[in-house]
T-cell receptor, first 116, second 116 residues
Framework: AQSVTQLDSQVPVFEEAPVELRCNYS??????LFWYVQYPNQGLQLLLK??????LVKGINGFEAEFNKSQTSFHLRKPSVHISDTAEYFC??????????????FGTGTRLQVTL | GAVVSQHPSRVICKSGTSVKIECRSL??????MFWYRQFPKQSLMLMAT?????????EQGVEKDKFLINHASLTLSTLTVTSAHPEDSSFYIC????????????FGPGTRLTVT
């Protein structure tokens, strides 16, 4: 079984400030990790993913995340946010095999609110 | 990039009627498609996994007879909400898993269902 915890339901931040959205996971198998962004009334857009290799993953829109196996974390960061980054962010995990282990399990989401 | 479409984007129906939602992978073949439900300000909950040419696998607590899923081809899956009730009102999102790159899911834009 897999689970994802996003401790922060809301993160307010001023424009041009740095931000970190936290994600911790648990799994009995090796995992793939994902961050998605959702704008109001839209589907999910993939920001970045960790499959293997370098633990620092760079994604779209200036976001990056670091996989930390010992802490079972995959925190999302951006050095300078824009108003347009205001959205809901979901962390997700899947097993690295085909079949039922490859289902995505989502966290509860973090609302990033960027203000002037 | 991989594109998944959903139709309709919004639908309003009367209580007791049935509604069909289509999910299409436009530029890739998807042996597996997933159907999610999302309530306001909440995360995505997996309803069922749809495999091309076979019966869907439903998550615990999801009524098979109420949410009929058909995956007749490698590019199309449909979700039919039968005898809809106001409590079925929700945002329904599908995703499709690439036949080759099986670790990644591509999400549709979602369908807003309102049952009056």
């Amino acid at each position: 079984a897999q689970s994802v915890t996003q401790l922060d339901s809301q993160v307010p931040v001023f424009e041009e400030a740095p931000v970190e959205l936290r994600c911790n996971y648990s799994s009995s198998v090796s995992v793939y990790l994902f961050w998605y962004v959702q704008y109001p009334n839209q589907g999910l857009q993939l920001l970045l993913k960790y499959l293997s290799g370098s633990t620092l993953v760079k994604g779209i829109n200036g976001f990056e995340a670091e996989f930390n196996k010992s802490q079972t974390s995959f925190h999302l960061r951006k050095p300078s946010v824009h108003i347009s980054d205001t959205a809901e962010y979901f962390c997700a995990v899947s097993g690295d095999q085909t079949g039922t282990a490859s289902k995505l399990t989502f966290g509860t989401g973090t609302r990033l609110q960027v203000t002037l | 990039g991989a594109v998944v479409s959903q139709h309709p984007s919004r639908v309003i129906c009367k209580s007791g009627t049935s509604v069909k939602i289509e999910c299409r992978s436009l530029d890739f073949q998807a042996t597996t498609m997933f159907w999610y439900r999302q309530f306001p300000k909440q995360s995505l909950m997996l309803m069922a996994t749809s495999n091309e040419g076979s019966k869907a696998t439903y998550e615990q607590g999801v009524e098979k007879d109420k949410f009929l899923i058909n995956h007749a081809s490698l590019t199309l899956s449909t979700l039919t909400v039968t005898s809809a009730h106001p409590e079925d009102s929700s945002f329904y999102i599908c995703s499709a898993r690439d036949r080759i790159l099986t670790y990644e899911q591509y999400f549709g834009p979602g369908t807003r269902l309102t049952v009056t």
